[in-house]
């Protein structure tokens, strides 16, 4: 008999878009490309070093229009997944819910962006 944790059935993803974008941001993660919180992502923008930033549907008003903003001034792509808060720390292996996260690395932002857009 086969067992599994109640956090992976909870994982189970709606389809497979879902999947593919769950899979890309785990690899991002496991290559140490991705910067979690919103301060931290404002923070590394300056530098150059975020890509894409990705934000949750459940975020708040006031962090999605700081992120875009920022965003918008530093010429850097955003967009927003249909994937809440606490979904997104989990799938991340996090015990907190990040309201986004950027990705470091243009392979990664560019995989991510299409898997978002199927």
């Known amino acids: 008999m086969k067992y599994t944790t109640d956090w992976k059935r909870n994982l189970q993803l709606e389809n497979k878009n879902n999947q593919r974008l769950h899979g890309m941001l785990g690899f991002a993660q496991r290559a140490g490309k991705l910067v979690m919180g919103t301060e931290l992502i404002c923070a590394s923008m300056p530098r150059g070093a975020v890509k894409l930033v990705v934000i949750s549907n459940e975020a708040s008003d006031a962090t999605k229009k700081k992120l875009i903003s920022k965003c ?23 015990t907190y819910a990040p309201a986004a996260v950027a990705v470091a690395d243009e392979g990664f932002a560019n995989e991510i962006k299409k898997a978002a857009e199927e």
């Not at 955003?78 to 606490?86: F, R």
């Open 72 to 94: 918008r001034f530093y010429g850097i792509s955003a967009i927003e997944v249909n994937i809440d808060t606490e979904r997104l720390g989990k799938m991340l292996g996090k």
